[in-house]
Every structure is written in C-alpha cells, then in structure tokens.
C-alpha cells in the first residue's frame, strides 16, 4: 500500500504535518490518502527518514547544498530579508533558532514559510510564535549556520552580505522563489490611486499597483536586483538619506504594468 509513493513523496508529506498542516489539507494537496497519510505519521519507520537526524548537507566529506533547491532559494530570501539566528535555549549545546518574522500583510506567508523550513529539514519541528501583526516561525537547529553562512556578528546591514557559489546557483536556478522570499520579508505590493478629471466634467480613478522593496544593505538590494535582472523585470531604485542614527534605505520599485503582472504571477497579491 505504501510502495506506490516515493520516499521524497512521503518526507514531503509528513514534513507538511510536522510545520503544522493538517492531515486533510496535506492530503488534499499532495493527493495522498488520508489513512494513509495517517500511517505514515503514527510509524514513522515507513517513512525514509535521514538515517542522522542531524543530517547536515554542508557538513557532508564533500559538501552539498540542501536537496530541496526551490524552498531553500524562498528561506534564503526570507532569511537575508527579515530573519536571523539566534543562540536557542540552552546555547552550550550549540544549538541555533532560524527566526523569520512573517507579517500578517501576505496572506498565506506563515504557512509558506513554516514548509520551506520544514523541508529543508525534514521531521523536525517548526514552531509559530504570533504577535501584533505578525507570527514568528522558528526552527532549532546545530547546522543553520552552515546553510546560512551569511550569519556573523552585528546586523546584516553592517556586514558584507555575498553568497557562496552554491547559494549564487541555487538563486540562479529559482531566481523566483529567492525574489519571493524577499519580497515577503520586505518589501510590498502597493496600489498607487491617480484622479483624472474627464472632459464632460466627471472624475475617474486609476490604480498602479506596484511593488515594493526596501532595505538598509546595499549588498542585499543588489542581491535582489540581480535576481530581477535574471529574470528579466525591469526596476529602479533610489536611495533615502538617513540622517543621525537613520540609515539609508535603498527603495527598489518595480512599476511597467507587464513587470507587475509578471512579479503577480510568483510572489502573489497582497490582499
Ligand atoms: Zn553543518
């Protein structure tokens, strides 16, 4: 009964279930029975699992990027976005928490967010913490590091941010997902209203949308620009003094109707 699935098939599924999902809706989406489905979950020995549940790709003799390319380019440009890691607990075991900060703004983000995580470490939990306009999805973990090599003292902003080769290929390969997870944690789809008066004297409203991303890293706006490059969506930046303690921001705006289309079609409307 359970041999017509693969075994990535049946991590998938039960990586689902541990980020939170229910059976039903894993069922329904993956078209996996729900019994067994249950099966899978109640014995976890029919699943294949990792043999080292501290299986860590980078740590490999020869070191691998993750397995799952696409969710991993998403976490990546969820995490230069708007996610850190932390020291987790009791910190002597080395253990480090992956926090992304999901806004409440996409529709959908908490869950998209909490299954990369999940499958880019199967059979481990993914926890959500909500707060005031936003849900904090975390995941502990020894090897976080070792696939965001990005993690160093102070912030982000304060540091080089570039990407190793294999991060630079996965980005390359899903260019979408990493421009996604980006725009997910910073930035947004606005609707730009113009008023038009007409000839016979009436008044018409016409809405832009446009998208939206903002942050302090020169290196991580350029990330992401880059990335629109490849992907052939034209935009601008420009750039807002800070002054004192403000820093600058760098704006990347992406406003031509058919760009906006095109970002439509993978990063999805804001609601
Ligand atoms: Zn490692």
């Given at each position: 009964?359970?041999?017509?699935?693969?075994?990535?098939?049946?991590?998938?599924?039960?990586?689902?279930?541990?980020?939170?999902?229910?059976?039903?809706?894993?069922?329904?989406?993956?078209?996996?029975?729900?019994?067994?489905?249950?099966?899978?979950?109640?014995?976890?020995?029919?699943?294949?699992?990792?043999?080292?549940?501290?299986?860590?790709?980078?740590?490999?003799?020869?070191?691998?990027?993750?397995?799952?390319?696409?969710?991993?380019g998403?976490?990546?440009g969820?995490?230069?976005?708007?996610?850190?890691?932390?020291?987790?607990?009791?910190?002597?075991?080395?253990?480090?928490?992956?926090?992304?900060?999901?806004?409440?703004?996409?529709?959908?983000?908490?869950?998209?967010?909490?299954?990369?995580?999940?499958?880019?470490?199967?059979?481990?939990?993914?926890?959500?913490?909500?707060?005031?306009?936003?849900?904090?999805?975390?995941?502990?973990?020894?090897?976080?590091?070792?696939?965001?090599?990005?993690?160093?003292?102070?912030?982000?902003?304060?540091?080089?941010?570039?990407?190793?080769?294999?991060?630079?290929?996965i980005v390359e390969e899903h260019p979408e997902q990493f421009v996604r997870?980006?725009?997910?944690?910073?930035?947004?789809?606005?609707?730009?209203?113009?008023?038009?008066?007409?000839?016979?004297?009436?008044?018409?409203?016409?809405?832009?949308?446009?998208?939206?991303?903002?942050?302090?890293?020169?290196?991580?706006?350029?990330?992401f620009?880059d990335a629109l490059d490849l992907l052939g969506v034209?935009?601008?930046?420009?750039?807002?003094?800070?002054?004192?303690?403000?820093?600058?921001?760098?704006?990347?705006?992406?406003?031509?109707?058919?760009?906006?289309?095109?970002?439509?079609?993978f990063?999805?409307?804001?609601?």
């Amino acid at each position: 009964m359970h041999a017509m699935y693969s075994p990535h098939v049946r991590r998938d599924a039960v990586s689902l279930v541990d980020s939170g999902i229910s059976h039903a809706e894993v069922s329904r989406r993956m078209g996996i029975n729900r019994s067994t489905l249950r099966a899978w979950t109640r014995d976890r020995s029919l699943v294949d699992r990792y043999a080292d549940t501290d299986h860590c790709p980078r740590c490999e003799p020869i070191p691998a990027p993750p397995g799952r390319r696409d969710a991993y380019g998403y976490l990546l440009g969820l995490y230069l976005g708007d996610g850190c890691l932390t020291p987790a607990g009791d910190h002597t075991k080395g253990v480090w928490r992956l926090r992304v900060m999901c806004s409440d703004a996409w529709p959908g983000l908490i869950e998209l967010c909490a299954g990369s995580m999940a499958a880019i470490r199967p059979d481990h939990k993914v926890s959500r913490v909500p707060s005031t306009g936003c849900t904090e999805v975390h995941s502990n973990w020894k090897h976080w590091p070792c696939l965001f090599p990005q993690h160093g003292p102070g912030r982000k902003h304060d540091r080089t941010i570039a990407l190793e080769p294999w991060q630079r290929d996965i980005v390359e390969e899903h260019p979408e997902q990493f421009v996604r997870g980006l725009v997910h944690s910073d930035g947004s789809r606005v609707l730009n209203r113009i008023r038009r008066s007409l000839p016979d004297g009436g008044v018409k409203h016409y809405e832009y949308p446009r998208y939206h991303f903002t942050n302090v890293s020169a290196d991580i706006t350029a990330l992401f620009t880059d990335a629109l490059d490849l992907l052939g969506v034209p935009w601008r930046v420009h750039t807002i003094k800070g002054n004192g303690s403000r820093r600058d921001k760098h704006v990347v705006s992406v406003s031509q109707r058919d760009a906006v289309a095109r970002m439509d079609a993978f990063v999805g409307p804001k609601y």
